[in-house]
């Protein structure tokens, strides 16, 4: 499971003209779910994110993770994270999880994150969308479980 985490000061995601998610201050995070991931490895990978620290202290030190600046997080499944770019002139997708179990695991992730974390926004599984942020630092973090 991977998850590239960007630090915004402003996300939201669209799909067929409409936000379907929207945050200020928070984490937008695009997840790349995989064949071999399981239950345990989105639940390590989530606390990772809720602990992560990537926010600035008052000394401008990042010291302070999304959950101490009672930051939102924004979710939005991505499975090109997952190509395999290493060779050749076209991603290859054998290592991502097949639509199914894909949607299993996002959605078990997107319910843990609920129950962790009161300000949780999502993306539309599957579905072709419009993702605008605003990168505060800019700050991005690729994690992997």
Known sequence: MKGL???VSEASVK?????VGQIDRGILLLLGVEKNDTKQMADRL?????????FDDESGKMNLSLKDVDG???????????ADTKKGLRPGFSKGASPES?????????DQARLS?????????????????????PVTFMLET
Request: proline content about 0%.
């Open 5 to 7: 985490i960007q630090r």
């Open 15 to 19: 799909v067929d003209g409409g936000v």
């Open 46 to 54: 989530l606390q990772k994110i809720l602990s992560y620290r990537i």
């Open 72 to 82: 939102a997080l924004l979710i939005v499944s991505q499975f090109t994270l997952v």
């Open 102 to 110: 894909g949607l299993l695991l996002y959605n078990y992730f997107t």
């Open 117 to 137: 974390h009161h300000k949780i926004e999502l993306g539309v599984y599957g579905a072709d969308m419009k993702v605008s942020l605003v990168n505060d630092g």
